[in-house]
């Protein structure tokens, strides 16, 4: 394999380097290999982040070395378009990137940006989220299972107040819960939703659900994570691969069926997929995330 090649893709020429370059040393995975994921779901993860203000996740020399979250679309050619948003602290626009196309995300890859990260809006109007998302997050010894379990006590607390949901792993320890709204609802009532939901559920189970960052009280508890509904924050995507292993590992979708029967088998790592097994799920099932770019719901007592 050489370490360098130029291709075309959706009409842009692309020079990609350091092709033979190891980023997950331990099992020995390719900078090829990943832009290879990435190409081939493109089409699937590309409705989940398009329009969307990215953080990019980049780890220029792999996941053993350093990484920094980039937020102004460092060196970007000039056809690949960008996000401009106010930043108040800042006192001027961040140049977010837009992955709009196969193209772009190929040339975020190249660029050593393993993993995914939009906002919760669709530029431009940034105020207004699409869904609720709960990142649920154990302390050891809690770990995946017990994410799980939290994750399950979740949805059957929002389909209460008449949410649907959908799920999947975060890639590592925790699980995401998803409720879309795609109708009017601020980030202030939706963040102040979804705190009063984490809230309720750690005063109602105290020892095993935390609503607060603190990590003295984390030990052996999943903290229900209410604050990335926020104007500024960003979630990783479904789809995105993820660099906290030492194999790459994919924020994949999951049905709830799935999550319970994991929990039932003791299976934490049924819930860690690969590159090639989520490339598989997507040819057997095809989107299980899909809903949550078209199922409408009003936030409640919006």
């Given at each position: ?9 959706g ?7 350091g092709?033979?370059r ?14 290879d994921?990435?190409?081939r ?36 050619p ?10 108040d ?8 990137c ?29 105020d207004t ?18 994410a ?15 949410l649907?949901t ?17 109708s ?10 979804a ?40 979630t ?20 709830w ?13 049924a819930l ?11 040819g ?19």
């Amino acid at each position: 394999m050489a370490s360098e090649a130029t291709v075309e893709v959706g009409g842009r020429e692309l020079r990609l380097t350091g092709l033979r370059r190891v980023l997950f040393p331990v099992t020995g995975v390719t900078k090829a290999a990943v832009l290879d994921y990435y190409a081939r779901i493109a089409p699937t993860l590309l409705p989940h982040i398009r329009g969307r203000a990215m953080t990019l996740k980049r780890y220029p020399g792999g996941v053993a070395g350093p990484h920094f979250y980039d937020k102004h679309c460092a060196g970007r050619p000039d056809w690949l378009p960008t996000a401009p948003m106010w930043s108040d602290r800042k006192g001027e626009d961040i140049a977010f990137c837009r992955i709009d196309d196969t193209a772009s995300l190929i040339w975020a890859v190249d660029q050593g940006s393993l993993e995914m990260h939009p906002l919760l809006s669709v530029a431009p109007d940034f105020d207004t989220p699409t869904a609720l998302a709960f990142d649920l997050d154990p302390g050891e010894p809690a770990g995946l299972l017990e994410a799980a379990e939290i994750a399950l006590v979740l949805r059957d607390m929002l389909a209460g107040v008449g949410l649907r949901t959908w799920v999947k792993s975060s890639g590592s320890r925790g699980v995401q819960v998803y409720a879309p709204l795609n109708s009017p609802a601020g980030f202030a009532s939706a963040k102040a939703f979804a705190r009063s939901v984490a809230e309720l559920m750690a005063a109602r189970m105290p020892d095993r659900v935390v609503a607060r960052m603190d990590k003295r009280l984390r030990p052996g508890k999943v903290l229900v994570d209410w604050s990335q509904n926020d104007r500024h924050k960003s979630t990783v995507a479904a789809y995105s691969l993820r660099a906290k292993l030492a194999r790459p590992t994919v924020s994949i979708p999951l049905t709830w069926a799935e999550l319970e029967q994991a929990l039932d088998r003791g299976r934490p790592d049924a819930l860690l997929v690969g590159p090639e097994e989520a490339l598989e799920r997507v040819g057997d099932h095809g989107d299980l995330f899909a809903p949550v770019l078209t199922c409408v719901q009003p936030l409640p007592g919006g």
